[in-house]
């Protein structure tokens, strides 16, 4: 072999070690390196709370210290709309917010807010917990910067007012909050009422002022947030059903070595399970302290109540029937809670 071949065969092999040394060594430190997890949340001192905060413990036990969770609720990050851009964008790296906020991503994060979808809380959760509602909800947002990871119910959705709302005929003319989902638009005007869709951030300070008359929210929101200075009515509609979603940014969640990627997704479906038996007491305690702190609660006649879900049946149908992509999603989540009764 002459000398300038051996130089040659030298040389490579040379750089494959020094290669592999750079790969190893990388990987290594990717192994090594520690994350932080920024969970963010619109709501404070109530169940999607205390979800994020037993979530932030458990991935930084589990982790070993690897990955540090940092709870920020109450939208400390930022309304809600900013939050999901920064989950998008990888500035955030964890969201626990009611899927109707992601409709600008896609539409059919509205499907579970449909009325009359959900009997009670145990359905609800039964709901949350199903194979093909999961398979539909985790995959939406996947092209936009999201990674879904869990579901799940929180409680049913109430009435909070500034004057009592004890008829349905006490709905109309008024403008009542909603979230970001024309399921809900339609529903109130089919009430004789006007929806306005608002962050959370910015409801107290609205009913305070009188831009608007009430909200529709959970009950744990009105304790926790202290709304009964302000509208001491609460009408105990039950609708829509209020569920979480929780969503990771895809770019911090690619950036995770696997065993940790494993970890976070273990963590986020474990805690929604649960969290079930703490969103129950969460919502009969916030029941009781509304009363305790000079709130009333308000239930509508028999009749009107079951008047009120024969108008809002048809609802869901008649916003998806001619949007396909949503129409399916509403097939799918519709069977999801006929079979889960």
Not at 160 to 182: M, N
Not at 216 to 243: L, N
Request: charged share 20%; glycine share 8%.
């Amino acid at each position: 072999m002459r000398l300038t071949d051996l130089c040659v065969r030298i040389t490579g092999a040379v750089a494959a070690l020094a290669m592999a040394f750079v790969l190893t060594s990388t990987t290594a430190q990717a192994d090594d390196k520690n994350f932080v997890m920024k969970i963010t949340l619109p709501t404070i001192n109530e169940n999607v709370h205390q979800y994020a905060k037993n979530l932030a413990a458990r991935v930084e036990k589990d982790s070993g210290g690897r990955i540090k969770g940092e709870v920020y609720p109450a939208s400390q990050l930022g309304s809600i709309p900013r939050q999901i851009e920064g989950l998008q964008f990888g500035s955030i790296q964890c969201g626990v917010i009611p899927p109707e906020f992601f409709v600008g991503v896609d539409e059919r994060f509205e499907v579970v807010s449909a009325p009359g979808l959900v009997d009670s809380i145990d359905h609800g959760q039964r709901i949350a917990a199903d194979p093909e509602v999961l398979k539909l909800m985790l995959s939406l947002g996947a092209n936009k910067g999201l990674h879904g990871t869990g579901l799940f119910a929180a409680l049913p959705s109430f009435l909070v007012s500034k004057s009592a709302v004890r008829h349905l005929d006490d709905l109309k003319g008024k403008k009542i909050r909603v979230l970001a989902s024309e399921f809900q638009n339609v529903a109130l005007e089919r009430l004789g009422a006007t929806p306005v869709a608002m962050s959370l951030g910015d409801v107290l300070p609205a009913i305070q002022q009188g831009a608007i008359d009430g909200a529709v929210s959970g009950m744990t929101v009105f304790t926790s947030m202290q709304y009964q200075d302000a509208a001491k009515y609460v009408t105990r509609t039950g609708q829509p059903f209020i569920f979480l979603i929780v969503e990771l940014s895809s770019k911090w969640r690619d950036s995770l070595p696997a065993d940790l990627r494993k970890i976070v997704d273990d963590a986020v479906v474990g805690e929604t399970v649960a969290i079930n038996p703490i969103s129950k007491q969460y919502f009969e305690n916030a029941q009781k302290e509304w009363v305790q702190k000079g709130g009333e609660m308000i239930d509508l006649p028999a009749q009107e109540q079951a008047a009120m879900m024969e108008t809002l049946a048809s609802v869901a149908e008649d916003v998806s029937k001619h949007k396909a992509e949503l129409g399916e999603a509403y097939k799918i989540v519709s069977a999801a809670a006929k079979r889960d009764r």
